[in-house]
Nanobody
Framework: QVQLVESGGGLVQAGGSLRLSCAASGLTFSSYAMGWFRQAPGKEREFVAAIGWSGSSTRYADSVKGRFTISRDNTKNTVYLQMNSLNPEDTAVYYC?????????????????WGQGTQVSVSS
């Protein structure tokens, strides 16, 4: 049974930083690209960042490019999202997801497994 467990969310002031982690189990972690998505109240779940199986390929939404960094440690079956220069528009529930395979995708329909999400709230 695949499990993805996010942690690291919380409340932070604008301009602050948070680091999200997602621990995976039940799958051959190094065989899958991983992604982070977010969903704000009343909005659709949107792509934030993704990383290929080896970590050499990354993709970012324009809204977070230059502020967020995705990384992974295949020895720990964990993917990270370092979020800097946070602003209130970043407030959302953040989800990690495992893709269908090693390639990176922007579309959430290409992600098979999802975590339960972690809340990130940024105050102005």
């Amino acid at each position: 049974q695949v499990q993805l467990v996010e942690s690291g969310g919380g409340l932070v002031q604008a301009g602050g930083s948070l680091r999200l982690s997602c621990a995976a189990s039940g799958l051959t972690f190094s065989s899958y690209a991983m992604g982070w998505f977010r969903q704000a109240p009343g909005k659709e779940r949107e792509f934030v960042a993704a990383i290929g199986w080896s970590g050499s390929s990354t993709r970012y939404a324009d809204s977070v490019k230059g502020r967020f960094t995705i990384s992974r440690d295949n020895t720990k079956n964990t993917v990270y999202l370092q979020m800097n220069s946070l602003n209130p528009e970043d407030t959302a529930v953040y989800y990690c997801a495992a893709s269908l395979g090693p390639q990176v995708y922007y579309n959430r329909n290409y992600y098979r497994h999802w975590g339960q999400g972690t809340q990130v709230s940024v105050s102005s």
